[in-house]
């Protein structure tokens, strides 16, 4: 946007009410919300924009620290704009990151602003467009994978359904971290859980809670096994499981 085009929009901006800028930003299609925030597709991602760096920066020193290796593979899942990705790929070796995200748009803006943002485009990271956890269309199999806040929007089939797919693309001994909002009452209990004081949990409603015991009877047969990682300095308390794959190479 030309630099006049832009003090103009910052201009009138100020003279509409909060409501009616809502219900604009509701309507336009989100090409059209870079005419007054560049940053627009950082809110696309849940929960506000408070944490993005933060967020994006822990999420790889905790892979780091659980040994991820420049020379390793890593699946990110709901990958968002590559807000933990941009990290991710500028220390991974070229080629070795790979991202799927439903949304189009999302990865689009990954493509034409946060890559060239942290000139980060030679390192060639695989972007696939995929609501169904289809991994084997990347066509490479990884050493770790995450999915940092996307088991707290998804009923248990979804994460049944991205189980069986991580298998398919998950090497032998491959990790798979993944956060959830934790019940720690059991299956039984159908009550709310406060996480933190902005975030409400529930046992059949985005945001989801799930109890251990329902996600290692979900991951049974599909060749992944579950173990309890706990805190990891979450701001919101999501909790970290982590799903191996069974076997080792040889």
């Not at 509409?16 to 870079?34: E, F, Q």
């Not at 991602?45 to 999420?59: C, P």
């Not at 980060?120 to 467009?129: D, F, I, R, S």
Request: one cysteine or more.
């Amino acid at each position: 946007m030309a630099p006049g085009w832009q003090g103009f929009v910052r201009s009138a901006k100020r003279h509409v009410p909060v409501g009616v800028k809502r219900r604009i930003r509701r309507t336009l299609p989100a090409r059209y919300r870079r005419l007054w925030d560049p940053n627009w597709h950082r809110s696309t991602v849940r929960g506000n924009t408070a944490f993005w760096d933060e967020l994006g920066r822990l999420q790889l020193d905790y892979l780091v620290e659980q040994g991820l290796q420049p020379s390793d593979y890593l699946l990110d899942v709901g990958c968002g704009p590559l807000r933990a990705g941009v990290h991710f790929i500028g220390y991974l070796e070229p080629g070795h990151y790979a991202g799927v995200d439903k949304r189009g748009d999302n990865l689009e803006r990954a493509r034409k602003v946060e890559l060239p943002r942290h000139g980060l485009e030679a390192k060639q990271p695989l972007l696939l467009v995929n609501g169904a956890f289809e991994f084997s269309k990347l066509g490479q199999t990884f050493d770790y994978a995450i999915a940092q806040s996307v088991f707290t929007h998804l009923p248990l089939n979804a994460i049944a359904r991205c189980l069986v797919e991580m298998a398919r693309v998950l090497r032998p001994g491959g990790e798979f971290y993944a956060t959830i909002y934790e019940n720690p009452h059991g299956k039984t209990f159908l009550g709310e859980i406060q996480q933190s004081p902005r975030v409400t949990s529930y046992y059949d409603r985005d945001k989801y809670h799930y109890d251990l015991a329902t996600l290692r009877g979900v991951c049974e047969g599909t060749g992944l096994t579950l173990s309890y990682e706990g805190d990891w300095g979450h701001p919101d308390n999501q909790k970290m499981i982590l799903f191996t794959r069974e076997g080792a190479d040889g």
